[in-house]
T-cell receptor, first 109, second 115 residues
């Protein structure tokens, strides 16, 4: 079992719709959780972080965490073509960030 | 601040050659990380340093890989001898700490192609 798992996609989303991305992790000792966005040929950039159960909202992005289910999700509301990218889930395990393989999102006009 | 600076941006070499990747972390950041990204394996942590000291190198794939941090502003990742399966994007990243809420800043990466 991989430590951080994501569906690879691609996830095709019509412009203006909600994109829903999921991530599960194996280590219950994980302390914090992040979503990074990576455009093709670029480096990952942090877009959301969440540390406790519940929702964390920032603009069009909402991160959700359920530690009992070891599950993290990212919602992108009002999806735009500029949101087309690969989204990486990352989990902080004892000071080290472990990344999932990423979910490719394609927003279609 | 200029951010994390990596060089070269692209490196093409032949199998068996030595490759050296370079990284300058953000000034004041005590932690430096080397990651490798491939389509098959995603983004993998190779090694990280705290105050120039290697803390965890369990991700280094084999003895052909070595990393050093001679001072707070410079780190190298060396592959000797290189093999085609080493072809990947290598990212360097730095952070102030490894606290749960600490942000990791990535460099632009080095695209390595071993022919």
């Amino acid at each position: 079992q991989k430590e951080v798992e994501q569906n690879s996609g691609p996830l095709s989303v019509p412009e203006g719709a909600i994109a829903s991305l999921n991530c599960t992790y194996s280590d219950r000792g994980s302390q914090s959780f992040f979503w990074y966005r990576q455009y093709s040929g670029k480096s990952p950039e942090l877009i959301m972080s969440i540390y406790s159960n519940g929702d964390q909202e920032d603009g069009r992005f909402t991160a959700q965490l359920n530690k009992a289910s070891q599950y993290v999700s990212l919602l992108i509301r009002d999806s735009q073509p500029s949101d087309s990218a690969t989204y990486l889930c990352a989990v902080n395990r004892w000071g080290k960030l472990q990344f999932g393989a990423g979910t490719q999102v394609v927003v279609t006009p | 601040d200029a951010g994390v600076i990596q060089s070269p941006r692209h490196e093409v070499t032949e199998m068996g050659q030595e490759v050296t990747l370079r990284c300058k972390p953000i000034s004041g950041h005590d932690y430096l990380f080397w990651y490798r990204q491939t389509m098959m394996r995603g983004l993998e942590l190779l090694i990280y340093f705290n105050n120039n000291v290697p803390i965890d190198d369990s991700g280094m794939p084999e003895d052909r890989f070595s990393a050093k941090m001679p001072n707070a502003s410079f780190s190298t990742l060396k592959i000797q001898p290189s093999e085609p399966r080493d072809s990947a994007v290598y990212f360097c990243a730095s952070s102030l700490s490894t606290a749960p809420n600490e942000k990791l800043f990535f460099g632009s990466g080095t695209q390595l192609s071993v022919l």
